[in-house]
């Protein structure tokens, strides 16, 4: 079968022609051409200046963002800025309820001071906007007088958070014709903002607030009961002029969290600002007729 072949023909040859081995110097010679095929195609390019990335690489098909699982529809932003600085009257902006808690000083309670009684006015379950405190009335600063007999005033100084007097609210008191004691509240900050009058009536509370000329304003109605006989818990209903609606309620209620009872007063957020003043005037003279005797 092989004899056509010349015999000049080496071994390596012969191998080559006949089982198609290649021989070692080939070997080398196709590894390395193979080589320098991968190291070309392998090779990452050097850039001559520094690399800028102008945008985030993106997918051919891009995907809608997954909508946020909370409905913000009903959400409401107060329009307070943090960084307004607010004095007085303006704290009961955007307020829809506010609290009144006694304070109770140790020194008073062990007859070192003379019983003075002090508040604090506070967002339920939140920050404190006001502390009441009772002050001295000129009856009682000018010593021993007649009229003390007949007057009995109860004078308040209400201080915002930046320490400075808000409001005063001024009890005056007198007795009628018919034997009985009126009592009345201004508030002024520092000029007139409006009055409340307590009517006269045999059995059941009511009072008319009025504004700084002397306008009505709304009605407060509390129990059906006499004075001598107020529930520690009532609630007394702000009712309009015409008597249509009810504008705001104040609640005498027990406090589970501070084992005492509380004043709660409640009108909508929108409400003028000098109405929810007299609306909390109206509740401290509420406290004062009624319920201050009860944590004597």
């Avoid at 080398?28 to 090779?43: G, L, W």
């Avoid at 015409?242 to 005492?260: P, R, V």
């Amino acid at each position: 079968m092989l004899d056509f072949l010349p015999e000049e023909m080496e071994a390596s040859d012969l191998n080559r022609v006949t089982f198609g081995v290649l021989t070692e110097p080939n070997q080398v010679t196709t590894q390395y051409i193979e080589m320098q095929q991968n190291s070309v195609s392998n090779t990452v390019p050097v850039l001559s200046g520094p690399t800028v990335i102008t945008a985030q690489p993106q997918g051919e098909t891009r995907q809608e963002r997954r909508p946020i699982p909370v409905n913000t529809l009903n959400w409401i932003s107060t329009p307070r800025s943090q960084l307004t600085v607010l004095s007085g009257t303006h704290f009961l902006s955007n307020v829809e309820q506010l609290e009144i808690q006694q304070i109770v000083d140790l020194s008073t309670l062990l007859g070192r001071l003379k019983k003075k009684f002090q508040y604090r006015v506070k967002v339920p379950k939140a920050e404190t906007l006001f502390l009441a405190m009772e002050t001295e009335s000129k009856n009682e600063s000018s010593g021993w007088s007649c009229s003390r007999l007949t007057r009995d005033d109860f004078q308040l100084n209400i201080v915002d958070q930046c320490g400075e007097t808000a409001f005063t609210m001024i009890m005056n008191s007198m007795w009628t014709f018919a034997l009985n004691k009126s009592h009345s509240m201004s508030v002024l900050s520092p000029n007139l903002i409006g009055t409340i009058g307590q009517n006269l009536h045999i059995i059941g509370s009511s009072f008319t607030v009025y504004d700084a000329i002397g306008k009505r304003l709304c009605n407060i109605y509390g129990p059906n009961v006499s004075d001598c006989c107020m529930y520690q818990e009532s609630q007394f209903q702000v009712i309009s002029i015409d008597g249509t609606h009810q504008i705001a309620s104040l609640m005498h209620q027990w406090d589970n969290i501070l084992h005492d009872y509380i004043m709660l007063i409640t009108f909508p957020s929108d409400l003028d600002i000098k109405f929810k003043t007299l609306l909390l005037a109206a509740a401290f003279l509420l406290e004062y007729l009624y319920f201050r005797q009860l944590r004597r």
